[in-house]
């Protein structure tokens, strides 16, 4: 399952990515390296920051010029793939190699550039009880990633050479499928050149403008959602969770909805972990019959790109009998339209930057 998550998450991207129209094409590669420091997010990972990790990332990237509307609003992103290699000169942490998919963003005369790159890594030294247990951070070989960079970016200075340098963050988790997952974060700097491919004349950007969107009406929506995950409690196993979602939502403009509703969590691995609780740890008081459901509410936003959409969520558990992570948890994902009302998605739940689980859902937008 944590397998098939992951992949399914790169297929969102990709088939978004896929549905853009076949014409013009105008494509670049760059290539960077980094080197950077590993972020104290969690004191549990200060063991492992003894050195500064380095690695390189390469891109295809294909250019928009405006064919669909949606281009414009966004001032013509790029749509790419990305490969990432990180070398955390750290026997205890090993290497990582991960494989995204990623859109660029520009920003003041195109000269600044945002990359939101999501995707699968994989790590050669995970965890292990017996030949690695000081990896903390990593509790799977698979693991989810996610990477931004801000760049100062100038194309073809030479012919279609040109040249990039900013900022990186390059995050790696498996979101709780299996303990440990204290993962960690790389700041980096990085810099590098970028090709253009076609080498032709600068390009002409169109402006097919947003239609006016009329006065929008609330919308139910109905979403299931779905996944495996474990505690804190290394081996204390991999458990089905399932989670029902009813919210409301309200169009504000062709980009932007505001959301409202509330969430059933049916959370196994609680069941495991206040037994073990009840038992192992009197001092915490735990009940051994306390439940395991949880409900909240939340309020969110939906950023839409194209028939994809980022959304948001903070919510507040209303129903809480057993403490875990504390009352406030938040939810970020990316979901992908089929049609009017049909939806998937796989978003991340967390409490702050403490991931719960990896949530693959589907539902109906009415």
Not at 81 to 102: D, I, K, M, W
Not at 126 to 147: C, H, M, W
Request: proline content about 4%; charged content about 15%; some cysteine.
């Amino acid at each position: 399952m944590n397998i098939l998550m992951r992949i399914i998450w790169l297929l969102c991207c990709f088939w978004g990515f896929a549905q853009q129209k076949e014409t013009a094409r105008s494509y670049t590669l760059d290539a960077s390296t980094y080197y950077g420091s590993i972020v104290l997010h969690n004191p549990d990972i200060s063991h492992l920051i003894t050195q500064h990790p380095s690695g390189a990332i390469l891109a295809w990237n294909r250019k928009t010029f405006g064919e669909e509307a949606w281009e414009e609003a966004y001032n013509y992103p790029d749509l790419g793939y990305s490969f990432v290699y990180q070398h955390f000169h750290n026997s205890t942490l090993g290497e990582n190699f991960g494989l995204y998919a990623h859109y660029n963003f520009y920003f003041l005369k195109r000269q600044l550039q945002l990359r939101i790159a999501q995707g699968i890594a994989y790590t050669t030294n995970p965890y292990d009880k017996e030949r690695n247990f000081r990896n903390n951070a990593f509790g799977t070989r698979l693991l989810s990633s996610t990477y931004l960079m801000l760049n100062y970016q100038k194309e073809r200075l030479m012919g279609g050479l040109g040249i990039k340098a900013g900022l990186s963050l390059v995050h790696y988790s498996n979101a709780n499928f299996r303990a440990p997952n204290t993962s960690t974060n790389t700041l980096a700097f990085n810099a590098g050149f970028v090709y253009t491919l076609d080498g032709g004349p600068e390009p002409v950007y169109l402006h097919p403008g947003l239609a006016e969107l009329g006065p929008q009406p609330l919308h139910l929506n109905l979403a299931f959602r779905f996944g495996l995950n474990e505690s804190d409690v290394v081996d204390s196993g991999q458990f089905p969770f399932y989670i029902v979602s009813a919210y409301a939502d309200k169009q504000l403009s062709r980009r932007s909805a505001v959301q409202a509703g509330a969430d059933l969590f049916l959370s196994n691995f609680l069941k495991e972990l206040i037994a073990f609780q009840s038992v192992s740890f009197p001092e915490l008081d735990v009940a051994a019959d306390a439940d395991f459901k949880r409900v909240g509410i939340f309020a969110g936003h939906e950023l839409f790109i194209n028939q994809m959409s980022i959304t948001t969520q903070l919510g507040y558990y209303v129903y809480y009998p057993f403490d875990f992570e504390g009352r406030v948890y938040n939810r970020i994902g990316l979901k992908r339209y089929f049609g009017e009302n049909l939806f998937a998605a796989i978003t991340l739940k967390s409490h702050a930057a403490k991931a719960e689980a990896v949530e693959f859902g589907f539902g109906v937008r009415l």
